[in-house]
């Protein structure tokens, strides 16, 4: 048993933490949401993540990225983060994507073997491009919707995207499916808070992101082993 994460072993058993040392998670946008789900799936020993971001940690990210601190602001998150995951697990396979994903690239995401893929970008235009993608060929994805604007994270819900309400971009997505006659059960991670306006700039939490982020890969765990 790796004592590194024993406790988890503990819970869900060490054939299935064995499943989990074998699996490959790509995240698309590592920010406030998807920051919070690299770091709970390297804790919870999956063997390679992906990791999809053209940014750089900017002092306004403070507020709701986990990598974010003064020592980091400028670094390109990629860096930071693959840095972080070797701290926490050694054994774990980082592959690093730094560009902007658009439709002249997103295919060279899935030259790699995937068995969980996490869209938890802005660009509603990319989020479009992956969903089909990933629709279309039968592999595993959640999308997160929006977590800006927000205070209650008790509001988060994973839900098919097709009974979502209330969310400006799951409505989006939703006209989306209907225009492009899209058919095929899309999970997201939606809030029924409906958003709060404050200027064209959006506002965030601490709580909301993280909450959102720690939910999508509690799902993805037990996806993976059940």
Not at 194 to 212: C, D, L, N, Q, Y
Request: hydrophobic share 40%; glycine share 6%.
């Amino acid at each position: 048993m790796n004592d590194r994460f024993q406790r988890f072993s503990l819970l869900i058993g060490d054939e299935k933490m064995d499943t989990l040392y074998s699996k490959t998670v790509l995240i698309l946008g590592i920010g406030g949401v998807g920051g919070y789900v690299v770091e709970a799936l390297a804790r919870c020993g999956i063997g390679t993540l992906i990791l999809v971001d053209f940014d750089i940690i900017e002092l306004t990210n403070i507020n709701r990225q986990i990598i974010a601190l003064s020592s980091t602001i400028g670094q390109k998150k990629v860096n930071v983060w693959e840095e972080r995951i070797k701290d926490i697990n050694p054994n774990c396979k980082i592959i690093c994507y730094d560009y902007f994903v658009d439709s002249s690239n997103y295919l060279k995401l899935f030259e790699n073997k995937i068995d969980y893929f996490v869209d938890a970008c802005d660009s509603i235009k990319t989020k479009k491009l992956v969903i089909d993608y990933c629709l279309k060929n039968d592999i595993k994805i959640i999308s997160s919707m929006g977590t800006g604007n927000r205070m209650d994270p008790s509001k988060l819900e994973i839900i098919e995207i097709k009974k979502t309400s209330g969310d400006p971009l799951a409505r989006i997505i939703r006209k989306y499916f209907k225009d492009e006659h899209i058919n095929k059960k899309l999970m997201v991670l939606c809030s029924k808070e409906i958003p709060k306006k404050r200027g064209r700039t959006i506002s965030s939490t601490a709580f909301v992101p993280s909450s959102a982020g720690f939910l999508i890969s509690s799902y993805i765990i037990k996806e993976l082993i059940k």
